[in-house]
């Protein structure tokens, strides 16, 4: 079992520098949410949780330890279906120059052009990975259904 850690949400309520080892792993335990799964596509029972917690939350920051870590970003993309299906979120900003972006946005929304060459013409080789091309095609399927499937 995986836990999602809410870091730069719940870290600052309290500082844990002067905290033993042990209080800290009782914090980080009372604290966080288990996941089951860390690919999209498996369901949202184990993030029920958050939908507490982001409640009144309008935008949600993503980030990574790494650019390169396959997992950070099947996360990502686990968690952008939770926002957008459950919780009704309905955009997403990536750390990447605006103008190279716009070919995505024109796949996404209209479907214009290719994954691969949108992808690859925002000039950015980290975001050019499987894991984000995969997350592309799942918003641009997601913008193609012909009913909404938000909840929110």
């Known amino acids: 079992m995986i836990s999602l850690f809410l870091s730069n949400l719940l870290w600052g309520q309290e500082m844990m520098v002067s905290k033993t080892d042990s209080e800290i792993i009782e914090w980080v335990r009372q604290n966080s949410v288990p996941?089951?799964?860390?690919?999209?596509?498996?369901?949202?029972?184990?993030?029920?949780?958050?939908?507490?917690?982001?409640?009144?939350?309008?935008?949600?920051?993503?980030?990574?330890?790494?650019?390169?870590?396959?997992?950070?970003?099947?996360?990502?993309?686990?968690?952008?279906?939770?926002?957008?299906?459950?919780?009704?979120?309905?955009?997403?900003?990536?750390?990447?120059?605006?103008?190279?972006?716009?070919?995505?946005?024109?796949?996404?929304?209209?479907?214009?052009?290719?994954?691969?060459?949108?992808?690859t013409g925002q000039g950015y080789v980290v975001w050019d990975t499987q894991e984000l091309s995969e997350m592309i095609d799942w918003m641009r399927a997601y913008n193609h259904r012909p009913y909404p499937l938000s909840t929110r």
């Open 35 to 119: 996941i089951e799964h860390v690919e999209a596509e498996n369901g949202f029972s184990d993030l029920r949780p958050l939908k507490e917690v982001l409640k009144d939350v309008k935008v949600v920051g993503l980030g990574e330890n790494t650019h390169g870590t396959r997992e950070f970003f099947q996360v990502k993309h686990r968690l952008l279906e939770f926002l957008v299906m459950e919780m009704g979120f309905q955009g997403f900003a990536i750390e990447a120059s605006y103008a190279n972006c716009m070919p995505i946005n024109d796949y996404v929304l209209h479907g214009m052009g290719n994954r691969e060459t949108v992808l």
